[in-house]
C-alpha cells in the first residue's frame, strides 16, 4: 500500500488489528489514538522512540489535572513494543516537562547506569509572551536509555546542525553536547502542520536514539518528520496520529520524499 488509503472514516477500534493509514517498505503510519495503537502492537518489535507530544490543546486529557495519568498510559504501552532498554527522545513542553519526566521514572524507574537526560534546543525564536513572562527562547527534550553518542552518523548530524544554526562556536564540540542550537522549522520544509519540527534537528536526534538499520516509533507523529528522518538515515519508522489532517500531510511527504 503505498498512497494514503484508510483516511476517511473513524480511527480504528481498540484491539482491531490495525490497517495502516499510509505504508511503504520503510514506514508504516496508523491514524487512531496512541495509547490504543501502541497497545496494538507487538512487544519488542522496536528499537527507539523519537516523538513529540501535543501540547496547546487545553481541552484534552493530556493537558488537564489528569495528564500525568496519560503520559503514564502512552509510556507505559510504548516501553513494552521497545526493545528492552531502547532509547525514548521526546519533546517536552514547557510546562510539562515535570509530568514528562515523573511518568517516565515511574514506567521505566531512573536506573543508575542510564539516567534521564535533558537536551535544550536553543532557537531564539519564541512569540511574544504574555506580560510578566519571560520570552520562550528553548525548547526541552528528554531522553531516557543509552544513546548513541559515539556514533559517526549521529556526529554527522551533529555537524551539519551546527552549520545550520546561529552557533558561536568557531569549531564542533568533541564530544556531543545537550545544547543543539538551530533555528525553527525553516519556511521550504513547512508542510501547513502547526508544530512541525526541523527536519535537520529530528534527524539527528533519530541518529542519537536508533541503531544503524533498525526501527524507530513516534506515536504523535504529525506532519511525518521522525518518519521522514528515519527513512533518510536508513532506519525503518512507525508512526501514529489521530489526526486525519497530520495523516493526509505526513502520507503526502512520506510519498513525495520517500522510495517505496
Ligand atoms: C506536536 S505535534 C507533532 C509534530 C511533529 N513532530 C512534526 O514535526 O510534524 C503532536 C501531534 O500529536 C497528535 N495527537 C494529539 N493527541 C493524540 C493522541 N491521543 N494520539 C495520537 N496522536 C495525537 C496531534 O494530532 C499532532 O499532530
Avoid at 48 to 77: F, K, N
Avoid at 168 to 197: F, S
Avoid at 236 to 243: K, L, M, P, Y
Wanted: with cysteine; glycine share 8%.
Amino acid at each position: 500500500m503505498t498512497d494514503a488509503v484508510g483516511l476517511r472514516g473513524r480511527p480504528a477500534a481498540l484491539g482491531v488489528a490495525r490497517v495502516p493509514t499510509y505504508a511503504n517498505a520503510k514506514v508504516r503510519l496508523y491514524r487512531g489514538d496512541a495509547t490504543a495503537v501502541l497497545r496494538s502492537l507487538p512487544r519488542a518489535s522496536a528499537d527507539a522512540c523519537v516523538t513529540d507530544p501535543p501540547y496547546g490543546e487545553h481541552v484534552a486529557s493530556w493537558d488537564g489535572p489528569r495528564c500525568r495519568e496519560w503520559y503514564v498510559a502512552w509510556l507505559r504501552e510504548l516501553d513494552r513494543v521497545l526493545v528492552p532498554h531502547g532509547p525514548i527522545v521526546t519533546f517536552a513542553p514547557r510546562r510539562r516537562c515535570d509530568v514528562i519526566m515523573s511518568a517516565l521514572r515511574e514506567v521505566r524507574g531512573d536506573p543508575p547506569e542510564a539516567p534521564l537526560q535533558m537536551l535544550v534546543w536553543v532557537h531564539r525564536q519564541g512569540f511574544r509572551p504574555a506580560p510578566g513572562y519571560l520570552r520562550p527562547e528553548h525548547e526541552a527534550i528528554v531522553a531516557s536509555g543509552l544513546l548513541r553518542v559515539q556514533d559517526d552518523d549521529v556526529r554527522e548530524e551533529r555537524g551539519s546542525l551546527t552549520e545550520s544554526s546561529r552557533s558561536t562556536q568557531p569549531t564542533p564540540r568533541p564530544l556531543v553536547g545537550t545544547v543543539i542550537e538551530a533555528p525553527r522549522t525553516a519556511r521550504r520544509e513547512r508542510t501547513g502542520h502547526p508544530t512541525q519540527k526541523p527536519e535537520a534537528l529530528v534527524r539527528f536526534l533519530v541518529a542519537l536514539a536508533t541503531p544503524a538499520g533498525g526501527s524507530v516509533v513516534d506515536p504523535f507523529a504529525g506532519s511525518g518528520t521522525t518518519l521522514l528522518a528515519a527513512v533518510e538515515l536508513g532506519r525503518t519508522a512507525i508512526g501514529v496520529d489521530r489526526s486525519i489532517r497530520a495523516c493526509r500531510i505526513a502520507a503526502d511527504r512520506l510519498a513525495a520524499r520517500t522510495r517505496r
